[in-house]
């Protein structure tokens, strides 16, 4: 079999689409005035950023003055998280041990300056949220922040965000939800959603790195967490990044029309790699909730104990295929994984973490399953 570069690796960033480079491109090269200008080069981006902006809130049913462009989506989270505790006056929190750091540790900083009390709503071993939990510390504490992502980076748990939507609604706390990994990849409508906060990052469905947006309800009343210039209608200062805007806003239109097609031909991908590793790893098992409610992106695979696991991102590496893994940190070790800790994954059976996108292919699948052989035939041997 010939060498192949296989790139399995979609939950920490995609390919561009290149129809969304030739968009930037145009932005780089022709149209590249400052938005905040008042002559003809400024007019031109301005009238292009809030066309894309109005694109964007379209595809999630969103106004357009709830969309504030970011950096990513770490600065989406943090000025949801502390712009709204600030200036809402919320003393509690509530948050899972599986979010994203970008969450967990601004809501951490703030309960270390005692600014809040943050609970750790419970999570079971295939990472599902216990949503009567979180109904009781709603029920026992004063007006809320509650945040819980849509789905899980590592292991691709999703979240029944409307049904946490209602609970929330019900003790009138304020919602957040990173919605990183399922933007692009599901229908969202905020308008259903009882939700104040949703975040997107456009690196995560083949548009550029660096650029995101916070959706914020317009029932919400925030100030900006950068201050500077009146971009943004004074929400998020600093020169726009007018390629990335362009560039995601782009990548969400071609990805919300071709959606259906490529979650089928995701899900099917997905689906024949846990059939495929059943049979050669009798012993494989999963992480998450992989027969439950789960991102089609995402397949966290909990490999057999063996002493080759320790080189196994390396040996996967060197036969050109790209992913990502970790393992249970051990107590009192900050290295390793708090997502499989907190699911309590077994510490001798490293995790891999395999994500799809509508790039990869069968052939792909295939020649990772083959590699995946070698490398534990020679284990054997
Ligand atoms: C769930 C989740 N939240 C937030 C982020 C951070 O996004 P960015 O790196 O664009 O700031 C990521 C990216 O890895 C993510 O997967």
Redesign the pocket.
Known sequence: MKHMKVYLDN???TAMDPAVVEEMYFYMKDDFGNPSSTHSFGRKTRVAIDLARKRVAHHINAEPSEIIFT???????NMAIKCSIEDLGLKHAITSAI?????LYPLEEMAKQGKIKLSLVNVDDKGRIDLDHLRELLATNDRTFVSL?H???EIGNLLPLKEVGEICAEFDAILHS?T??TIAHYNLDVKDLKIHFI?C????FHGP??C?FLYINSDVKINPMIRGGAQERNMRAGTENVYGIMGLAKALDIAYAELDHHAAHIQGLKSYMKAQLMEILPDVRFNGDVDGDSLYTVLNVCLPSSDKNEMMLFNLDIEGIAVSGGSACSSGSNVGSHVLTAIGSPMDRPAVRFSFSKYTTKEEIDYTIDKLKFIYQLEIA
């Open positions: 939950a920490a960033t950096s990513g989506g770490t600065e989406a989270d979010e994203h750091h970008a969450v992502m789905a899980n980076n990173d990183v990994q975040t990052a456009g690196h995560k790195k660096g995101g």
